[in-house]
């Protein structure tokens, strides 16, 4: 996501008239109240809330695990390929409403494996949720398969084998779930079986984990982008070194701030640091487990002054234009091309 640099008179229809791409998006994690309400008597599951407005009472989170834990618990509704195809299509239809173009969607397979939910069920309900976007709503997408890192190597490298079959379909791989404890040396040589399987590499650091955890991640592991980052810019060499290579950080103000990681998005270190940090993607982590934020409520975060958007043209617009790929003339099935260069994962060059 841009820097919102907008005049005090921007106003929502010109935010939403931006094309946007979303880098940092846990599907799961995108559920509704409502669609798990509905799901859960789709396929006759009780869950532990009366109301929507309960599920909503207890999106109040402390921390990273306090999320972790309704996460997993909503995702239990997920069953079959049409609950994944409904769950995806969600998203995208609140993505195009806020002028996004394009996303790249994380989710985590061991999540539904380990419940009895085969691979290929979340697989092919997933992509059929991607298609239909793409040819309804303009939006392209790809997917990036993650591995819990609360779990064991040997479990990563069992999930790798199930995925295989799927490897055309795939931009890349990450690393998600809670963070301390479990650094990226763990998944070391799983990360560079995927990379040999050509998979980019990615990896959720320095969230609540060290800088350290960082150093991991592009020393060790050499990832191809970071997943928020925030502590990386507590290490002066560190935030110096992300800077000489390239390396994007996927960061989320908004969920940082959910998660009591911040106690103000005036507080948060990609905020305080944006002149001198490394480049970063800001995202909206808009719905699900994170109240929706809609583009109406985007000029409000840290106006500052600029051009009247009424008279120009945000330069964000044609850059976005020119990175974002033109997929109208092409078929689901040309999804592993160009994404965003230097930022979304791209199978090819």
């Not at 060290?210 to 560190?238: F, Q, T």
Request: one cysteine or more; aromatic letters at 6%.
């Amino acid at each position: 996501m841009t820097d919102a640099s907008f005049a005090p008179s921007a106003s929502a229809e010109f935010v939403r008239g931006l094309p946007k791409a979303e880098l940092h998006m846990h599907i799961e994690g995108s559920l509704e109240p409502e669609l798990m309400f509905e799901l859960a008597q789709r396929n006759g599951i009780t869950l532990p809330f009366a109301s929507v407005e309960e599920i909503r009472a207890a999106y109040d989170f402390s921390n990273l695990q306090d999320f972790l834990d309704i996460y997993y618990q909503g995702a239990g509704v997920l069953i079959t390929e049409a609950d994944f195809k409904d769950l995806a299509l969600a998203y995208f239809q609140r993505l195009a409403a806020d002028g996004g173009a394009h996303a790249e969607i994380f989710f985590d397979p061991q999540t539904h494996t380990d419940r009895g939910i085969a691979f290929d069920t979340v697989m092919n309900g997933l992509l059929a949720g991607m298609d239909e976007a793409e040819k309804t709503l303009g939006v392209t997408s790809k997917l990036i398969l993650c591995f819990l890192r609360h779990l064991s190597e040997e479990a990563a490298f069992e999930t790798l084998e199930q995925a295989k079959p799927w490897l055309a379909k795939l931009a890349g791989v990450g690393l998600d779930s809670s963070e301390v404890g479990h650094p990226p040396a763990k998944f070391a040589r799983v990360l560079q079986a995927s990379r040999d399987l050509g998979l980019k590499v990615v990896a959720h650091a320095g969230e609540e984990g060290p800088p350290a955890y960082v150093w991991e991640a592009i020393d060790l592991v050499k990832v191809d982008r970071i997943d928020h980052g925030n502590r990386a810019l507590e290490d002066e060499a560190l935030t110096a070194r992300l800077v000489k290579d390239g390396i994007t950080l996927t960061v989320c103000p908004l969920s940082n701030l959910k998660l009591c990681g911040v106690p103000s998005l005036d507080a948060h270190p990609a905020q305080a640091d944006a002149g001198a940090g490394p480049e970063g993607d800001r995202q909206l982590r808009r719905p699900g487990l994170f109240r929706r934020l809609s583009a109406g409520e985007l000029p409000g975060h840290r106006r500052r002054r600029g051009p009247d958007p009424r008279r120009h043209r945000h330069p964000g617009q044609e850059q976005l234009r020119r990175l974002v790929p033109d997929r109208r003339r092409e078929g689901p099935a040309d999804r592993g091309g160009r994404g965003l260069r230097g930022r979304s994962l791209s199978r090819a060059p």
